[in-house]
């Protein structure tokens, strides 16, 4: 695995040095981000959520593509107050309300709960070697599991029916070890929990944004990029798909505030983390359409633009696939959405894989015009 | 326990102490360091750390050391990186960084923040007053560092005496902050003017706020900053009671809840203008107010990740 990494590395490292940045947008067309635009959403994520900053990193490792002073995004000292694997057990202990959509004619449909079973699937998922940016499926190669080939006529058939995964028995999560969660200790009264700086760079071989996971434990010292896992939803973090039941739609108990001729995208990521349901709300508050987008790997690396140390990162080789698939939803809605709006979608289905980490997106916003 | 010395006024001032946060980049910037420019030299160099208000709850915020903070920053900052000045002591050997007199050299960042206050350095710059300090031993054989950090604050001779403390919001509407945090600039500033503006506003004490960037969380004390602006207050103006805003934020925006309004009184100082004088000083992180600091426990980083032998042995 070492050696296929570093492989990897060296080939990807290569591509990236022979290789110009993207320039032209097909951000509609294939979910990717050209660095101007990578800008773009930068800034407008920057003034949208104040905690983030632009960083200039370390000289050395300077991106010449990028301005000198807009290199990669940042947050810090984000908490995480407890961890993944708690955030799961709960939900599976409250026993997971069903809540599907309704044919999109607005109705809600509750049904069963999620701890009677839990059928796994191992499917083979496009590894980071066999991806092909060359062609143009390749950037494509999502897994069967996202609409196979009828996404262009039924959306709403998208959701694949429970009974058709079958139960593998290797459920990773009834094994873990004990979740700790954030105590305060009563001498001094501050709460003692884990906290993360979390950044964005642009990823010039996958054309996207990708996340990268820097923690502190609850004394305040570096975590150990391994133990970030325990941070990250057990299936991301496996590096394997798992995939849970199919289920996990809590509605959202905030009020959304719609605007005539706008959509909303929202997100909930719940139990696995797997699962992320987007919803769209019309005008009339009515739910159009569910979907659900399955797993990113997590790695640990070098930073693109830090000297030191190894990071957490989410792997971007689906991110322009997820992407994709936000959009076409969206454009199948007649909302185009707009691009400087990227970083917020890509942040709510990174949440997806970092539950727990309390890192600022806004929780609702115009994607953009609908295009009639 | 978090409200349970809320009740009650006027009681004696307590602050809640900021933390360091140090990334692996600036212990591995500062072994290269070692290597490449400072050798056996241990003198005091230059650092800048980053100061930024609490942000999310309901954690404080932290201060903050980064592989860049070995060089000058290369701008004035933003909201959520406020350079501050400081020095560190990169020590040879083990034994030379426990022999170091902390006390001492606690006093000694004490009296430069005292001359800057004095001087009307802190008139221009707030920021200098949150001056820290570091002292460490790189032990570059072992991929390892000890260190500790001091916040210095001076010690008034009197106790400051806290008269009262309550959100913001129970004082001000959320129009006001919106319209009196568009004047708050990097650390610590007076409310709808710059610090150095303040004699315009001279005579009129009770109808000033004077603000600063808050790191802290807790809902019965300030940050530890208002302590050395309070010094400052003091000091440099004069002034025996004053009202104070602890500016919070939540995600970037103004946290009124959470913000705070309080009031406080501290008898004059004396002997301070005494240019010979050594002011009294608290501030190194992990140690108790009053406490001695011959139990300090430095705190150790592993750069083993860094050691491209280990990396070697890794791969195989």
Redesign the interface.
């Known amino acids: 695995m ?2 296929k990494q ?1 492989v990897y590395e060296l080939y990807k490292g290569t591509v990236e040095r022979v290789t110009g940045p993207r320039t032209v947008s097909a951000f509609l067309e294939k979910g990717v981000l050209s660095v101007p635009e990578f800008i773009l959403a930068g800034d407008n994520l920057v003034a949208k ?5 632009w960083e ?1 990193g ?1 000289p050395s490792k300077r991106k010449p593509y990028l301005p000198a ?1 807009k290199q990669f995004l940042v ?5 995480c107050l407890r961890r993944a694997t708690s955030l799961e057990e709960e939900y599976d202990a409250a026993g997971a309300e069903v809540v599907l959509d309704d044919d999109g004619e607005g109705g809600w449909v509750a049904t069963h709960g999620v701890q009677a079973s839990k059928p796994d699937e191992e499917e083979d998922i496009p590894s980071m070697d066999t991806l092909d940016i060359g062609k143009s499926d390749g950037i494509k190669s999502i897994p069967t599991y996202f609409s196979g080939g009828k996404k262009e006529e039924d959306e709403e058939e998208d959701i694949p029916d429970m009974d058709t995964y079958e139960d593998t028995g290797d459920n990773m999560v009834a094994t873990e070890p004990p979740y700790f969660v954030a105590e305060e200790p ?1 001498d001094d ?3 003692r ?1 884990r ?1 993360y ?1 979390v950044s964005i760079t642009y990823d010039k071989y996958y054309q996207t944004p990708r996340v990268w996971l ?1 923690g ?1 434990d609850e004394l ?3 975590l150990k990029p391994e133990l970030v896992f325990e941070d990250i939803s057990q299936d991301h973090a496996r590096k394997t798909v798992n995939i849970f039941p199919f289920i996990l739609l809590i509605l959202l108990t905030y009020q959304m505030e719609c605007v005539d001729n706008f959509y909303h995208i929202n997100s909930q990521y719940f139990n696995t983390g797997n699962v992320l349901i987007i919803e769209l709300y019309d005008q009339n508050k009515r739910t159009i359409q569910c979907h659900r987008l399955v797993d990113h790997r997590v790695t640990i690396e070098d930073h693109p633009h ?5 990071h957490a990162s989410v792997h971007p080789c689906k991110h322009a696939a997820v992407m994709k698939k936000i959009v076409d939803v969206l454009v199948s809605r007649g909302v185009e959405p707009e691009v400087d709006k990227y970083l917020f979608i890509f942040l709510k289905f990174i949440a997806s894989v970092i539950p727990t980490i ?1 890192y ?1 997106y806004t929780m609702d916003f115009d994607l953009g015009s609908t295009s009639s | ?2 409200d349970a010395g809320a009740a009650g006024f006027p009681r004696e001032l307590q602050v ?1 102490a900021i ?3 140090a ?3 600036f ?3 500062l072994r290269r360091h070692k290597l490449d420019v400072l050798g056996t030299d241990d003198s005091p160099i230059p650092i800048t750390g980053y100061y ?1 208000p609490r ?8 201060f ?1 050391l980064r ?2 903070s070995l060089v000058p920053p ?2 004035a900052g ?4 406020c350079p501050i000045a400081g020095s560190l002591v990169n020590t040879n050997n083990m034994r030379g960084f426990q022999n170091l007199d902390r006390d001492q050299v606690l006093k000694a960042e004490a009296k430069k923040i005292l001359h800057d206050i004095m001087s009307g350095r802190v008139d221009e710059d707030p920021a200098l007053l949150l001056r820290f300090f570091v002292i460490s031993f790189a032990d570059l054989k072992n991929w390892k560092v000890y260190y500790n950090v001091a916040f210095p604050s001076l010690v008034l001779n009197s106790r400051i005496t806290l008269l009262s403390l309550q959100p913001a919001s129970r004082v001000l509407t959320k129009e006001e902050v919106m319209f009196l945090c568009t004047y708050i600039t990097s650390d610590s500033s007076a409310s709808v003017r710059q610090l150095k503006d303040w004699k315009t506003c001279q005579g009129n004490y009770q109808s000033l706020l004077f603000g600063f960037y808050d790191h802290g ?2 809902s019965d004390r300030p940050g530890g900053a208002i302590i050395n602006y309070i010094a400052f207050l003091s000091i440099r103006w004069k002034i025996e009671k004053v009202r104070f805003f602890c500016y919070r934020e939540f ?3 103004p946290d009124l809840e959470q913000s705070l309004i309080g009031e406080a009184s501290f008898p004059p100082p004396y002997d301070w203008d005494d240019p010979e004088h050594v002011p009294d000083a608290i501030g190194w992180e992990g140690v108790e107010p009053g406490k001695g600091t011959e139990e300090m426990k430095p ?1 150790e ?1 592993d ?1 083993q ?2 050691n491209p032998a280990s990396q070697d042995e ?2 195989q």
Request: neutral net charge.
């Open positions: 070492q050696v570093k959520c104040p905690t983030w900053s200039a370390d002073d947050t810090r000292n984000v908490p009563e009264n501050i709460l929990t906290t700086d820097t502190y305040r010292m570096p830090l000297l030191a140390g190894k309390e600022d | 326990m978090a809640q933390e360091c946060l990334d692996v980049g212990w591995d910037a930024t942000q999310f709850r309901p954690l404080p915020s932290f903050n592989s860049g290369h701008n933003d909201r959520n990186n969380c807790r995600k970037g925006k705190k980083i750069l990740s860094m890794e791969k």
